[in-house]
């Protein structure tokens, strides 16, 4: 047995060891089948530190909080386009899916060829990452970006989108309405029309994810209105 073999032993042993079943049932309401708490994975990270090779086994065991502690140590600018693309596709659990978007995919130098070709997958959930790749984007760097297109798009498409396609086309739509005032109003009208999220539970203290409450929200947060 090697020594990474070793520390990927280790390193589950610890992680069945910080199980919750509390944790768990609360996560598999989300569709996570995983039951540790997010400070303490983010605390193991902290000790094991940048290993882009633990990172690679621990996502090969398939376990979701392996997964997500290999998203926290390993290296984003080392993994290359095509491997990317798999994990994006095998990512399972949406906060893998998440994390893997949020924490590698946008940090990579791939990730606007990857946004390009996922926004056009079949699979809702590749999509899915394209489009929160397209919403950075939209915030940080909106230049070049057919806004007007990707309303269309939005208008046509979002109401009979798969849940998590639908999440993140809504939130594209909210961050353009934010973002870019010329597009305000259009972006505000179309989330009015097709209500999507508009029922959406929300606790005390939150902002909703209908978007015309969330731009609205955004927006007067931000003039200090």
């Known amino acids: 047995m090697t020594v990474a073999e070793v520390t990927v032993a280790e390193v589950m042993a610890e ?19 995983h039951g540790v708490n997010l400070g303490a ?6 000790r094991l530190k940048t290993q882009q090779e633990l990172a690679r086994r621990l996502w090969e065991t398939g376990d979701t909080a392996a997964r997500l502690l290999a998203l926290l140590i390993c290296r984003p600018k080392a993994f290359e ?14 906060k893998v899916h998440d ?27 590749v999509a899915s990452a394209g489009w929160a790749l397209t919403t950075e984007r939209v915030a940080k760097k909106p230049a070049g ?20 396609l639908q999440w ?8 353009i309405g934010i973002e870019h005032p010329e597009h305000r109003a259009r ?4 989330g009015e029309r097709l209500e999507v999220l508009k029922d959406y539970p929300v606790s005390p203290g939150c902002t909703s994810p209908y978007a015309p409450v969330w731009i609205e929200e955004m927006v007067r947060r931000r003039d200090g209105a």
């Open 41 to 46: 994975l983010r605390a193991l990270a902290k």
């Open 15 to 33: 992680l069945a060891a910080l199980e919750d079943p509390k944790i768990r049932a609360v996560n598999a309401r989300h569709g996570d089948d």
């Open 145 to 164: 970006l057919d806004l007007a297109g990707l309303l269309d798009v939005i208008e046509a498409e979002m109401k009979g989108a798969p849940d998590r």
């Open 187 to 190: 972006a505000v009208g179309i």
């Open 99 to 125: 994390w893997l978007v949020n924490y590698v995919v946008k940090k990579s130098p791939h990730a606007e060829e990857l946004r390009q070709a996922w926004l056009a997958d079949p699979d809702p959930v």
């Open 168 to 175: 993140a086309m809504n939130h594209c739509l909210a961050q």
């Open 81 to 94: 386009r095509d491997e990317l693309d798999a994990l994006v596709r095998e990512a399972g659990a949406p």
